[in-house]
């Protein structure tokens, strides 16, 4: 807790350090700024009623669960920081009551245009047809949050409007995404630590290795990128969430796990980002918004969650679909044929716009 007498209490509702979640850091990282104005309380399992103010963190996995549940007590201010969570309800599903399992099943069952009885009968459904994405239906599941919440923020303007037409009657706030300067920016140490050549050009995927990312497709554009140049490397800076077959002798480097400092450094260190996904998830990215914000190069998916980012930067843009690959592999030459540059912070990222923002909706 972080104690000002003078101040109203704020429960802040979320995961929490050593939780794997990038989510988790963005809290701890917000803390110092809401104490300007809050005595902050890490609630995760205190009753809501129990401060004058209430913050919910809402996420699209299980470490959400227990805030999840609080903005169920009591409505509050939520910021979603990714609106299709359908993946925090597939790993909950058991945790939830009836009712809410219930209403899932409907939402999904109405997005497939089936009907749903329990949840085995959509694990048949999805065995029946591998090409749907389970993780990406908009089966409107966000309304369960948004229904209960008294204001809801989300980083992206896109998805701002596009829930403010779904919702007419919520209050939906765009939430500038902050990003903390990494010091040392570019410290080289970090490529002797993980044997990566100095003069190699790295691009680098953050974050969780989930299937959402599309890492096949960045494998497959990889291999097949015709004469690939001998200084480029692939970095995978993440921990896995499933298994993927990554192919050995291609200059795919997985570094597992990372402590934070060494993902921040490792983060403003390579020289291209690229982040692929599906329509529906993307536009809360840390990862993105960090490289963005130390002017770090980024290939990005061409779908309207993410087009937000296509005035911060050096930003490219791949289509989801037949041409995926090739516009990839185009990318990625095009990236490499430009002289490697220096990480630079864009102070517009810095915490203090996001504190200002806020603030003012919690009640000062």
């Known amino acids: 807790m972080i104690d000002r007498a003078d101040r109203p209490t704020l429960g802040i ?174 410290e080289p140490g970090i490529r002797a630590r993980l044997d990566l050549p100095p003069d190699a050009f790295l691009f680098g995927v953050f974050g969780f290795i989930g299937e959402y990312k599309r890492i096949e497709k960045i494998i497959e554009a990889w291999q097949r990128w015709p004469e690939r140049p001998a200084p480029a490397v692939l970095i995978l800076a993440g921990e896995r969430q499933y298994e993927l077959s990554v192919p050995a002798g291609q200059s795919i480097v997985e570094t597992g796990y990372l402590s934070d400092d060494d993902f921040d450094q490792l983060l403003v260190s390579v020289d291209c980002g690229i982040q692929l996904r599906f329509p529906t998830l993307g536009e809360t990215s840390g990862p993105i918004s960090a490289l963005i914000a130390h002017r770090r190069p980024i290939i990005l998916s061409d779908i309207p969650e993410m087009r937000g980012y296509a005035e911060c930067g050096d930003v490219s ?34 915490w203090d716009t996001w504190r200002d923002t806020i603030t003012k909706r919690l009640g000062t």
């Open 13 to 186: 509702y979320g995961p929490r350090l050593p939780q794997k979640s990038g989510v988790s850091t963005y809290i701890e990282r917000s803390l110092p700024y809401l104490a300007e104005a809050f005595t902050c309380v890490r609630a995760r399992n205190m009753p809501p009623e129990s401060f004058e103010n209430v913050l919910y963190h809402l996420g699209n996995n299980g470490t959400h669960h227990a805030a999840f549940r609080a903005l169920r007590r009591r409505p509050g201010p939520i910021i979603l920081h990714e609106y299709n969570n359908l993946d925090y309800y597939y790993q909950c599903w058991d945790l939830l009551d009836d009712n809410e399992q219930g209403l899932l099943l409907a939402l999904v069952g109405r997005s497939l245009g089936i009907v749903l009885r329990d949840r085995e009968e959509l694990e048949r459904h999805f065995a029946r047809h591998p090409e749907v994405d389970r993780y990406c239906i908009d089966a409107c599941c966000e309304q369960v949050a948004i229904d209960s919440a008294t204001v809801t923020f989300v980083h992206s303007e896109y998805v701002a409007q596009f829930l403010q037409d779904r919702y007419p009657n919520a209050q939906i706030e765009t939430l500038p995404f902050p990003v903390t300067r990494i010091g040392d920016a570019g």
């Open 317 to 350: 843009f791949v289509p989801v679909g037949d041409t995926e690959i090739p516009a990839l592999i185009d990318a990625m030459s095009h990236q490499l044929r430009h002289a490697r540059r220096a990480p630079e912070y864009n102070e517009s990222f810095a």
